[in-house]
């Protein structure tokens, strides 16, 4: 059974930093592309980043470059979303997701319910 699951999310002021971590399980981790997204009160969820975790490219959707970094641990089966510089708009549940053959930019850019999911966490940048 696919398992991901999502750490690391709360409360944080405007410019500060943040770490997420989606702890995974269930399935062959090198086959699969590994990504976080967010969803916003009253908005539909979004791309932020994608890794593969077989070749270890990435994609960062323009609101996330400069600001996140994506990363894998294939020992621990471990995707980590590093947030610097927050601002209020980031602001979301954020969650894990997995989908295998694919790639970053592809995952990123469109989702569908039937890609594995986490429950997600809750990020909140106050001003």
């Known amino acids: 059974e696919v398992q991901l699951v999502e750490s690391g999310g709360g409360l944080v002021q405007a410019g500060g930093s943040m770490r997420l971590s989606c702890r995974t399980s269930?399935?062959?981790?090198?086959?699969?592309?590994i990504g976080w997204f967010r969803q916003g009160p009253g908005k539909e969820r979004e791309g932020v980043s994608c890794?593969?975790?077989?070749?270890?490219?990435?994609y960062y959707t323009d609101s996330a470059k400069g600001r996140f970094t994506i990363s894998s641990d294939n020992a621990e089966n471990t995707v980590t979303l590093q947030m610097n510089n927050l601002n209020p708009g980031d602001s979301a549940v954020y969650y894990c997701?997995?989908?295998?053959?694919?790639?970053?930019?592809?995952?990123?850019?469109?989702?569908?319910?039937?890609?594995?999911w986490g429950k997600g966490t809750l990020v909140t940048v106050s001003s």
């Open positions: 997701g997995a989908r295998p053959f694919s790639d970053p930019e592809s995952f990123c850019s469109v989702s569908y319910t039937m890609d594995h």
């Open positions: 890794i593969s975790n077989s070749d270890s490219s990435t």
């Open positions: 269930g399935f062959t981790y090198e086959r699969y592309v």
